[in-house]
């Protein structure tokens, strides 16, 4: 096995899917930075939540809103409901893990909120959840899938943003997804402290 053709084949699938995906979800992306635009701006915050690598990549994006991006500026009211393990294993434990975020989104989202909901497969029990808690509470969601969108595809209202990976492999879309999520941090910069 040529070991350095099989990362350089990485590299290029990576790249592939990135510029095929780029003209279908340039839209819905700005969509989304306008949706968690409006909301900070009205002193909301976005709540964010994901499974695995998911988990790992509603971590990320609220970190880069409540310390920084790429520009110096006060921090943005973000969180992501996967880090409390307490929270996450008293919920699993007394009720469901299906309601690990849901009960969460109902606890702390407000009308005008945003849930950003990440699901590679589009199919996440918990994930469609938690969109089900939030649309009950009046927030907005963005969702972050790929296969089509599956079930989470289907329950979007319509002034939600989807961002849908047109691709299978779940790694391919995972690293679709965190080159979303800086586009969502950039755009949102740009639109609050304007072009550098």
Known sequence: MDLDARIRGHFAASAQTKLA???ALAAPI??????????LLAEGKILACGNGGSAADSQHFAAE???RFERERPGLAAMALTTDTST???IANDYDY???FSKQVLALGQPGDVLLAISTSGNSKNVVAAIAAAHERDMR?????????????AMLAAGDAHVCVPHANTARIQEVHLLTLHCLCDGIDTLLLGNE
Do not use: F
């Open 21 to 23: 995906a780029a003209d």
């Open 30 to 39: 700005a969509r989304a930075v306008d949706l968690m635009v409006k909301c």
């Open 65 to 67: 809103l409540l310390n």
């Open 88 to 90: 996450l294993t008293s």
């Open 98 to 100: 299906n309601q690990v």
């Open 141 to 153: 969601v963005v969702a972050l899938t790929g296969r089509g969108g599956g079930a989470i595809g």
